[in-house]
């Protein structure tokens, strides 16, 4: 444990100092990483830990971004009260679809979830007026000066916040309930646990993270266009979590840094770099099912003994 604890600390302190270091484009990458992480964290949630595959996360994202971005336009709202009300309101559209879908569970949710952020992206491309449609919304920046090096201090900030608010629902009583509904829900039911009530909740707190992150982003950005709500990133969010490892804490962490910085590399490609992603999801699938995390815990045990099973895959971290 308490070399564990060391690991964490010199991780922490790397986050901190590298950043220093950094020219304008790396600190660029390095804070898309970490908008990336937060997406990719709080997507584990409702398909890690529940086991519903949603693909409204980059639309409830956008519902932040837009939010926020109005207010500050429209009405004048200091961004930072705006992205609090963009949380929210991703956080209550979240509420509101996961009461009408998540009964319905499986594939049917996953339809629902997709018809929802395809709406809502032909919503905000028609309406020119209110959000300049493709041609993006100007807004105004989160801090007074516009400085890389503090934005990517804000969201190391934001990043370390999701991940940690992710840990102590999963470490809770109310993670146990989150497993029971993942593994059997027919037998957590017939435990006592309102199915129903778990899948809202994780989807209700995963929907506003996402707001969150995007709020964020968008003020990062000075500019929010539909890309921020497509279906291209809700896949990308969708592969940094599976490659990264479904239901491991640090897993769609790993994943985001991972699949970020190699598209940076590969960006010359043009419209080959989604091959290159796409047998990178072909080899994670095969070799490594449980992905980086179930990788790394498989380095970390090392082989089994002589005459010993080798251990099941699918352990938790």
């Known amino acids: 444990m308490k070399r564990l604890r060391w690991r964490w600390w010199i991780g922490a302190a790397a986050f901190?100092?590298?950043?220093?270091?950094?020219?304008s484009y790396a600190l660029h990458v390095a804070i898309t990483c970490l908008?990336?992480?937060?997406?990719?964290?709080s997507w584990n949630l409702i398909a890690g830990y529940t086991g519903q595959v949603s693909f409204a996360h980059a639309a409830f994202a956008g519902i932040g971004a837009y939010t926020s971005g109005l207010l500050a336009v429209k009405a004048g709202v200091p961004p930072w009260i705006g992205i609090a009300v963009g949380t929210a309101a991703a956080g209550a559209f979240g509420l509101m679809?996961?009461?009408?879908?998540?009964r319905m569970g499986g594939i049917y949710l996953s339809l629902a979830t997709l018809a929802f952020s395809e709406i809502l992206s032909i919503v905000v491309q028609n309406e020119y007026e209110v959000t300049r449609g493709t041609m993006g919304l100007q807004i105004p920046g989160l801090l007074?000066?516009?400085?890389?090096l503090s934005y990517y201090f804000?969201?190391?900030?934001?990043?370390?916040?999701?991940?940690?608010?992710?840990?102590?629902?999963?470490r809770s009583d109310l993670g146990l309930s989150f497993r029971a509904v993942q593994n059997d829900e027919a037998a957590a039911a017939a435990s006592g646990v309102d199915v129903v009530r778990i899948r809202v909740l994780a989807f209700t707190v995963s929907s506003a993270l996402a707001g969150l992150a995007g709020g964020l982003f968008g003020h990062?950005?000075?500019?929010?266009?539909?890309?921020?709500?497509?279906?291209?990133?809700?896949?990308l969010v969708l592969a940094m979590a599976v490659?990264?490892?479904l239901g491991s804490l640090w897993g769609p962490v790993a994943g985001a840094f991972f699949l970020e910085i190699l598209s940076e590399y590969i960006r010359a490609w043009g419209e080959y770099h989604v091959l290159a992603f796409g047998l990178v999801a072909l080899v994670v699938a095969r070799f490594a099912p449980d992905g980086l995390a179930g990788l790394a815990r498989a380095v970390r045990k090392g082989p089994p003994a002589p005459g010993r099973p080798a251990p099941a895959a699918g352990g938790r971290s």
């Open 243 to 245: 490659i990264g490892g």
């Open 35 to 41: 908008f990336y992480a937060m997406m990719a964290t």
């Open 144 to 148: 007074p000066t516009y400085s890389k």
């Open 220 to 235: 990062y950005l000075l500019l929010i266009t539909p890309t921020l709500l497509s279906l291209d990133q809700m896949f």
């Open 97 to 102: 679809l996961g009461v009408l879908c998540l």
């Open 16 to 23: 901190v100092a590298v950043p220093f270091g950094l020219d």
């Open 154 to 170: 804000v969201f190391l900030a934001a990043a370390v916040g999701t991940v940690w608010l992710v840990v102590r629902l999963i």
